[in-house]
């Protein structure tokens, strides 16, 4: 009986070794560049969709030649300065921040502060005087409180 | 409700509608090249016959660059009116070819079919000339001038009015 | 039905939607020939009229579904859009497949909520229900318009051919079967309040008599515009394979414009039945979150925009649209301009730090959050009319963009129900709120050193999410202490007693509980996400994210109308096996990929399976942290919209006597 769990225990400790020693895959560190490159990119034949995510013919050429430069030796910004000179600032999926792109990234800061200045300003010129000052509850106040607090309680149940 | 949300309401509407009567007119998928005006990047390949070639200016004169492939539907459109253009400006501008993401096979058998107007077509299986160019459908055409620069670049079939306005700009 | 031919059904259904056209168009003119007739009467034939209008279109649907489940591919969209091997369900949603078909839902949508406005009507404002009924029809009629002479559905196709082309393998999933329609009844719920505001400007009618009315339409096409969003995302999610949920495509900002004017609208409607303010607001709220519905309906049927979504493009319906988006347009801001201002303001702000000045603030925050998506949608299309220069604006722009103004957002969610009505006093604000900011605080470190090469996006959002939470907890804590003081419960009685007694509050309160929860799976999936893309053989081991990943190798079967390539991945430390597949539909010959998903509360492993390189296969690998919380946090705003609608009405009178309607006895 217990030659049997012998056995068990060392078959056991052999499956959880080959466990172990079985390859241990790693992403390639290039591809990884890659992609990230490539998520920053447009496709330019597909609708909206970055290059590391479209399936379509060119995409994959597009990740073939990042691969290609990346291999050469290239930094991530020549790669990008590569396409848009050949696809233009359309092959960015972020617009640009200079040139084309300014007015996309100073209107919302600018809509913002216009919009709160503005209704500020005409939620204050419609405004009346002070609030009316609050009064200290009498007595009168407190019992008819508790007198609609019992009804309350009473409707309640 | 002040008057003066009338000068924010008005225009923002006129604007949004204009805009939009605009965006049916436009294409969304039409993209201008940068390369216009710049020089035709000087790249080299084999090519349908494994000869090496030199794509760009060819011949000294004004040469009208032809992006197509055998797979591509448009092409077959355009093609009667290279084959009229080939012969009509024959001394005018050279008329080369890049033969995009296309088997060996079919480029051949297709050409072999319907004609050849080109002097040669630079075999680009990979598609990485195309990338070079920034080539993003098929067929697509780039007119140089004798200087060697891309005055003008179509993203759709020719006609043979587009061809003749492509050879008009490049040949002064 | 013996002897019913079924022959020319088709041809009958398309007469019966001209039929629908006509008498849409007595609808519309009603109001108007009573008048110019001097005949009482038929205006109220208004009624009459959207009844026989929905039971006609109903009958027309029905005949297009018959058509699909026969598979009469004789009729020209049935043959584009469905496939005899298409199983039933997909027969069904695909009426809704494509262009003219999903036209069709809008309009006939469109046609029952005007009968039950008019069933409604009838008994809470008689006297301007004709009016209501004379917008709706207009409505109506400029899509029935569209679906009779650009878009019908009803169109044969002769020959028939034997096989149709299939529905687009990425729709055939039970998420897309309900994501149009729960869309559509969130868009054309929106023409509601709509024709109130506009009935209100035509007829005088007071905002405050009727601004209870719309507040449960405005809630049901909210929670409706809510579900086909998150319904959307989460099908791009399980079916498109990358992983994402939303990616800021022209079409989805499209349907995300109306719900966050519909969101301030919600809010608005509140400040007003509170404290008579803000009718102005409202009316503009009313009238361009509809406006909204148009545009977005505009954008994904005229190709103006390059998306994933888009349905086929076709210029001339565009437009087609785009004029009659414009008549609606001029006709509704002309009118809010000329007589917007239907009642006095009977109050106004005291204070600028008090609750109204909060939901000004609120109503203005959103209000730059919609401008802001529009911007980003439009811009493309701005330049390349300016100058001829082509951009993309995608998903990086619009977070970083809109993330910012959410967190205001998330800021006012917390300060706005503690902060009290026309005036607050600062020192009693801060004793309310002081633990909540300082958890804010807190949870910011806390997330800081836990990962400081996060984006600040993490540490603020983590931050804001505790402290709005927080207040709520707080909030809830002292109602429900205050009133086991008063009335002798103990605390989780009076809890639930307050749940029980104030829904419109506590339902608005786990509503906003569910944002928080959807933000938190926002942060959790959106910046902590983890990504490989590796090849694997079998035997190979993938450690992502703290799990671990072994291929067991592939599988091939046939299966309905596909054939499956299916990789087998062994989720080490659990018995699951992740089973990605790349599907190749013979008809459609589009080949995609499903990816398979173990998900738990704290992340999801979401698999997807490549292409063969040698003797191995490419996997993608994704760890989404917290991603599950968004689906979970949708659920939680759906409780939360359902048990605010559930609050009893009071008092019943019709709205159009001197008596304030609905709003008296509803207390927050």
Same mark, same amino acid.
């Given at each position: 009986?217990?030659?049997?769990?012998?056995?068990?225990?060392?078959?056991?400790?052999?499956?959880?070794?080959?466990t172990v020693s079985a390859s241990e895959v790693n992403e390639d560190p290039l591809e990884r560049t890659m992609l990230d490159i490539a998520q920053k990119l447009r496709c330019?034949?597909?609708?909206n969709q970055p290059v590391s995510e479209s399936?379509?013919?060119?995409a994959?050429?597009m990740r073939?030649v990042i691969t290609d430069k990346l291999k050469q030796g290239q930094t991530e910004a020549q790669i990008m300065q590569f396409f848009v000179?050949?696809?233009?600032d359309?092959v960015l999926l972020e617009p640009p921040r200079s040139g084309n792109g300014v007015p996309l990234w100073v209107f919302p800061p600018l809509v913002l502060l216009l919009a709160v200045?503005?209704?500020?300003?005409?939620?204050?010129?419609?405004?009346?005087?002070?609030?009316?000052?609050?009064?200290?509850?009498?007595?009168?106040?407190?019992?008819?409180?508790?007198?609609?607090?019992?009804?309350?309680?009473?409707?309640?149940? | 409700?002040?008057?003066?949300?009338?000068?924010?309401?008005?225009?923002?509407?006129?604007?949004?509608?204009?805009?939009?009567?605009?965006?049916?007119?436009?294409?969304?998928?039409?993209?201008?090249?940068?390369?216009?005006?710049? @020089?035709?990047?000087?790249?080299?390949?084999?090519?349908?016959?494994?000869?090496?070639?030199?794509?760009?200016?060819?011949?000294?004169? @004004?040469?009208?660059?032809?992006?197509?492939?055998?797979?591509?539907?448009?092409?077959?459109?355009?093609?009667?009116?290279?084959?009229?253009?080939?012969?009509?400006?024959?001394?005018?501008?050279?008329?080369?070819?890049?033969?995009?993401?296309?088997?060996?096979?079919?480029?051949?058998?297709?050409?072999?079919?319907?004609?050849?107007?080109?002097?040669?077509?630079?075999?680009?299986?990979?598609?990485?000339?195309?990338?070079?160019?920034?080539?993003?459908?098929? @067929?697509?055409?780039?007119?140089?001038?004798?200087?060697?620069?891309?005055?003008?670049?179509?993203?759709? @079939?020719?006609?043979?009015?587009?061809?003749?306005?492509?050879?008009?700009?490049?040949?002064? | 039905?013996?002897?019913?031919?079924?022959?020319?059904?088709?041809?009958?259904?398309?007469?019966?939607?001209?039929?629908?056209?006509?008498?849409?168009?007595?609808?519309?003119?009603?109001?108007?020939?009573?008048?110019?007739?001097?005949?009482?009467?038929?205006?109220?034939?208004?009624?009459?009229?959207?009844?026989?209008?929905?039971?006609?279109?109903?009958?027309?649907?029905?005949?297009?579904?018959?058509?699909?489940?026969?598979?009469?591919?004789?009729?020209?969209?049935?043959?584009?859009? #469905?496939?005899?091997?298409?199983?039933?369900?997909?027969?069904?949603?695909?009426?809704?497949?494509?262009?003219?078909?999903?036209?069709?839902?809008?309009?006939?949508?469109?046609?029952?909520?005007?009968?039950?406005?008019?069933?409604?009507?009838?008994?809470?404002?008689?006297?301007?229900?004709?009016?209501?009924?004379?917008?709706?029809?207009?409505?109506?009629?400029?899509?029935?318009?569209?679906?009779?002479?650009?878009?019908?559905?009803?169109?044969?196709?002769?020959?028939?051919?034997?096989?149709?082309?299939?529905?687009?393998?990425?729709?055939?999933?039970?998420?897309?079967?309900?994501?149009?329609?729960?869309?559509?009844?969130?868009?054309?719920?929106?023409?509601?309040?709509?024709?109130?505001?506009?009935?209100?400007?035509?007829?005088?009618?007071?905002?405050?008599?009727?601004?209870?009315?719309?507040?449960?339409?405005?809630?049901?096409?909210?929670?409706?515009?809510t579900?086909?969003i998150m319904?959307g995302g989460w099908w791009a999610y399980y079916?498109l394979g990358w992983g994402g949920y939303w990616a800021w495509d022209?079409?989805e900002n499209?349907?995300f414009?109306?719900w966050l004017?519909?969101t301030?609208?919600?809010?608005?409607?509140?400040?007003?039945?509170?404290?008579?303010?803000?009718?102005?607001?409202?009316?503009?709220?009313?009238?361009?979150?509809?406006?909204?519905?148009?545009?977005?309906?505009?954008?994904? &049927?005229?190709?103006?925009?390059?998306?994933?979504?888009?349905?086929?493009?076709?210029?001339?319906?565009?437009?087609?649209?785009?004029?009659?988006?414009?008549?609606?347009?001029?006709?509704?801001?002309?009118?809010?301009?000329?007589?917007?201002?239907?009642?006095?303001?009977?109050? #106004?702000?005291?204070?600028?730090m008090? &609750?109204?000045?909060l939901?000004?603030l609120n109503?203005v925050l959103f209000t730059v959050l919609c401008i802001c998506v529009?911007l980003g949608t439009?811009y493309?299309?701005?330049?390349?009319?300016?100058?001829?220069?082509?951009i993309t604006v995608g998903a990086p722009y619009f977070n970083s963009v809109l993330v910012p103004l959410f967190f205001l957002v998330l800021l006012l969610m917390g300060f706005g129900p503690a902060t009290?009505?026309?005036?607050?006093?600062l020192?009693?604000l801060w004793a309310r709120l002081w633990l909540a900011a300082a958890t804010g605080v807190v949870a910011t470190i806390v997330m800081f050193s836990w990962d400081p090469s996060a984006h600040w996006f993490a540490f603020v959002g983590t931050g804001l999410v505790a402290f709005t939470l927080m207040t709520i907890v707080i909030d809830s804590w002292r109602?429900?202490?205050?009133? #086991?003081?008063?009335?002798?419960?103990?605390?989780?009685?009076?809890?639930?007693?307050?749940?029980?007694?104030?829904?419109?509050?506590?339902?608005?309160m786990i509503v906003h509980l569910g944002i928080l929860v959807i933000a938190i799976g926002l942060i959790g999936s959106g910046l902590f996400r983890s990504e490989q893309v590796v090849l694997m053989?079998?035997?190979d081991v993938l450690e992502i994210g703290g799990e671990r990943l072994r291929f067991?190798?592939?599988?091939?079967?046939?299966?309905?109308?596909?054939?499956?390539?299916?990789?087998?991945l062994h989720l080490l430390g659990t018995?699951t096996?992740l089973?990605p597949?790349?599907?190749?539909?013979?008809?459609?010959?589009?080949?995609?990929?499903?990816s398979s998903i173990h998900e738990n509360w704290a992340r999801d492993v979401y698999v997807i399976i490549g292409?063969?390189?040698?003797?191995?296969?490419s996997v993608h690998a994704y760890v989404n942290p917290l991603v599950q919380w968004i689906w979970r946090g949708g659920l939680i705003i759906?409780?939360g919209?359902?048990?605010?609608?559930?609050? &009893?009405?009071?008092?019943?009178?019709?709205?159009?006597?001197?008596?304030?309607?609905?709003?008296?006895?509803?207390?927050?």
């Open positions: 009986m217990l030659r049997i769990f012998k056995w068990l225990g060392v078959l056991a400790l052999c499956s959880s070794l080959v330019t034949v597909c609708q399936n379509s013919g060119l994959k050429d073939d000179e050949r696809y233009g359309y200045l503005v209704a500020i300003y005409m939620m204050k010129s419609r405004a009346q005087t002070a609030a009316p000052a609050v009064q200290e509850l009498t007595d009168e106040d407190r019992e008819r409180i508790r007198r609609a607090r019992e009804q309350d309680r009473a409707g309640d149940e | 409700m002040t008057r003066s949300i009338w000068w924010v309401i008005i225009p923002v509407l006129v604007i949004l509608f204009v805009l939009l009567g605009y965006g049916l007119t436009s294409d969304p998928r039409h993209i201008p090249s940068p390369l216009i005006g710049k @020089p035709f990047p000087q790249l080299q390949g084999v090519d349908l016959n494994g000869q090496p070639v030199n794509l760009g200016l060819v011949d000294d004169k @004004p040469t009208i660059v032809n992006v197509w492939a055998s797979w591509c539907a448009a092409c077959r459109q355009e093609h009667e009116v290279l084959l009229r253009g080939a012969r009509r400006y024959t001394d005018t501008v050279s008329l080369v070819a890049v033969n995009y993401k296309d088997e060996l096979v079919n480029a051949k058998r297709w050409l072999r079919r319907l004609g050849d107007p080109y002097q040669w077509s630079l075999h680009d299986l990979s598609g990485r000339i195309g990338i070079e160019l920034g080539v993003y459908g098929v @067929p697509e055409t780039f007119f140089i001038n004798r200087d060697g620069i891309i005055v003008e670049k179509i993203s759709a @079939p020719l006609t043979d009015e587009k061809l003749a306005a492509g050879v008009a700009l490049i040949t002064p | 039905m013996q002897g019913f031919s079924t022959t020319y059904l088709v041809e009958f259904g398309h007469l019966v939607v001209f039929t629908a056209f006509i008498v849409s168009l007595i609808q519309a003119l009603a109001p108007w020939l009573a008048s110019r007739f001097n005949a009482p009467a038929l205006a109220r034939s208004g009624i009459s009229a959207s009844y026989i209008v929905l039971i006609l279109m109903t009958i027309g649907g029905a005949i297009l579904i018959h058509a699909f489940v026969t598979s009469d591919f004789s009729v020209l969209y049935v043959a584009q859009n #469905s496939n005899t091997q298409l199983p039933l369900l997909y027969k069904v949603t695909a009426l809704w497949g494509g262009h003219e078909g999903s036209l069709y839902l809008w309009a006939w949508v469109l046609a029952a909520f005007t009968a039950l406005l008019a069933v409604q009507g009838k008994r809470l404002f008689p006297l301007r229900l004709p009016v209501m009924l004379s917008v709706q029809a207009w409505l109506l009629l400029g899509f029935l318009g569209l679906i009779l002479f650009l878009s019908n559905p009803f169109e044969r196709l002769l020959p028939a051919v034997a096989e149709g082309q299939d529905l687009n393998p990425l729709l055939q999933d039970p998420g897309m079967a309900f994501h149009p329609p729960m869309l559509y009844f969130g868009y054309v719920g929106f023409s509601i309040p709509f024709a109130f505001a506009i009935t209100a400007m035509l007829t005088r009618w007071e905002t405050t008599l009727w601004i209870g009315l719309i507040r449960r339409w405005t809630l049901f096409a909210w929670i409706m515009l579900i086909g319904l079916e022209p079409v499209a349907s414009m109306p004017l519909g301030a609208l919600i809010h608005s409607i509140t400040v007003q039945e509170n404290r008579h303010m803000l009718q102005t607001w409202n009316m503009f709220l009313a009238i361009t979150t509809f406006a909204l519905s148009l545009l977005g309906t505009f954008l994904v &049927r005229s190709g103006v925009l390059s998306s994933v979504h888009a349905f086929a493009v076709d210029p001339g319906r565009g437009l087609y649209i785009l004029i009659f988006m414009v008549v609606v347009l001029v006709v509704a801001f002309g009118l809010f301009l000329a007589k917007g201002r239907v009642d006095t303001e009977r109050e #106004s702000i005291s204070s600028l008090s &609750r109204e000045m939901f000004v109503n529009m439009l493309p299309l701005a330049l390349e009319a300016i100058n001829g220069a082509k009290p009505w026309r005036k607050a006093n020192k009693r109602s429900a202490r205050r009133r #086991s003081k008063q009335q002798g419960e103990s605390i989780p009685v009076a809890l639930l007693r307050l749940l029980g007694r104030n829904r419109r509050y506590y339902g608005g053989a079998k035997g067991e190798g592939v599988r091939e079967f046939r299966k309905d109308n596909y054939l499956a390539l299916q990789g087998r018995d096996i089973t597949e790349r599907r190749k539909y013979p008809v459609q010959e589009a080949p995609t990929t499903e292409e063969k390189f040698k003797d191995k296969y759906i409780i919209i359902g048990w605010s609608l559930s609050q &009893r009405l009071r008092q019943r009178r019709t709205s159009e006597s001197s008596v304030v309607a609905g709003g008296a006895g509803e207390t927050t």
